[in-house]
C-alpha cells in the first residue's frame, strides 16, 4: 500500500514524499490505519521494519488533527508543559533514535518534541521542557524523576507508546512503569510495538488495553530475513584473534561486535586496538557524552568495530551497516534476535556472525528454539576448535542446572545494573 493511500495529514504526506517513502512496510501497512482509527495496538515486526514510523507517523496526524486552540495552549505553558503523547524507551539510544525521527517527521508541523533520559544533565531537558512540548520520548527513571519534580504533567496524555515492550520488561521496569500509569489518564490510546513477542508481553497488552489490535509481521521472534545466520565452532581463547583476522582479511570497514559485559567489552576493544584496527567500547558505565561520540565517530568510518553490550546497543540505527559479530551469545536467547536485527535494516542483507565456543553450546540451543530453527555450525581453517580441549570443557559444563543458575544470575544482576 502507498503511504499516499493511507490518509495522512497533508503536511505530512508532504514530508514522507520528500523523504522519497513511496510504499509503506508490512507493519506501517497493518499498523497506521488501525491507530489512526483509535485502536489500541500491540505490533510485533523485525527490526529494521519501519517500526518507528508506524507509531509515530499516526500519532502526528492526531495531534494535528486536534483543536489548534488547545495545543497552542499547550506550547505556552512556561512551567509544566501538559505532554498529549508520550513515549517510553529502556534505553538512552533508543530514545534518541526515536526522538530524531519525531523531529524528521514532523518537520513540516509546528509539534515539538523533547527527549529525555538519565546519564546526561536534566537542566537541558528542563530548559527544552519550558519551551513547550507535545511529545516526550523518555525513559522510565528520567520521567519518575521529571514527575516528582513536577516539571511536567502528564495528565492530558491522549497517546502512550511503549516501544520495544519486549526489553522495557525485561530490563525489570514495571515498577517504574506502574508509577508512571498512575500519573496518567485512564481513557488514553496505548500502543506496544517490538522486535520480540513472549508472554510477558500479551500479559502487559491484557492489563493494559482495551481490545487491543494484534499485529505480527512475519512469523514471531524470527530473525530478519535478508540477514545471513552464521555460526563457528571456537575455542574461547582463540576468539579474540579470530575477530581481528577476520575483520581484517576481509576488509570490513564498519562492524559491531557484541559482549555480555561491559569489562569483556573494553577488554576486547582494547585488544583489537593492538591488532591494529580502530575499535572503541559502548556500554553503561560510559558517560552520554562519551557513547555519543563514540557513536559519532563509528558512523563516519572513524571506527572499524564497535564493541557494545546488549543494553548499548538498543536503539543504534546504523543503516548501512553490513556486519554484526557476536563474540559471546547472550544468556537471553531474545537478544540475539536484536543483536543481528542491527544489520539486514531496510532490506538490506547483512551479515551475523556468532562465535561459540563448547561452554555456550546451551546457548546456542536456547537461540535456536526460540527462533525455530537450526543454526549449522561450520569450523574456519585455521581456527578449528581443540576438540580435546572442547570435551574437557563440557564435562566441566555438563550439568545443566548450574549452567541456568549461572545464566539467570547474571540475567537478574545485568536487570539491576542497566536500569535507568
Known sequence: MS????????????????????????????????????????????????????????ILHRLLNADAESMGELNKVPDVPKIKALILTPTRELAQQVYKSCITYSKETNIRSVVAYGGASINTQIAELKEGADILVATPGRLLELTFKKLVDLREISVLVFDEADRMLDMGFMAEVSRILKRLPEKKQTLLFSATFNDEVYALSKSLMSSPVYIEVGERNQAATKVDQVVYAIDSGRKRAFVSYLIGSKNWQQVLVFTRTKQGADDLAKEMNKDGLEAQSIHGDKSQGA??????????????????????????DIPSLEQVINFELPYNAEDYIHRIGRTGRAGKAGLAISLVSAKEQYLLKDVEEQMGETIVQQWYPGFEPDLNADEVSSKKHRSGNSKKRARDKAIQSSKRKSRK
Not at 501497512?29 to 489500541?40: K, R, T
Open 3 to 58: 503511504f499516499e493511500s493511507l490518509g495522512l495529514h497533508a503536511l505530512l504526506q508532504k514530508t514522507v514524499d520528500n523523504l522519497e517513502y513511496k510504499q509503506a512496510t508490512p507493519v506501517q501497512n497493518q499498523a497506521i490505519p488501525s491507530i489512526l482509527n483509535g485502536h489500541d495496538v500491540v505490533a510485533g515486526a523485525q527490526t529494521g521494519t519501519g517500526k518507528t514510523a508506524a507509531f509515530v507517523l499516526p
Open 291 to 316: 557513547r555519543d561520540r563514540v557513536l559519532s565517530d563509528f558512523k563516519a568510518g572513524r571506527l572499524r568495530a564497535l564493541v557494545a553490550t546488549d543494553v548499548a546497543a538498543r536503539g543504534l
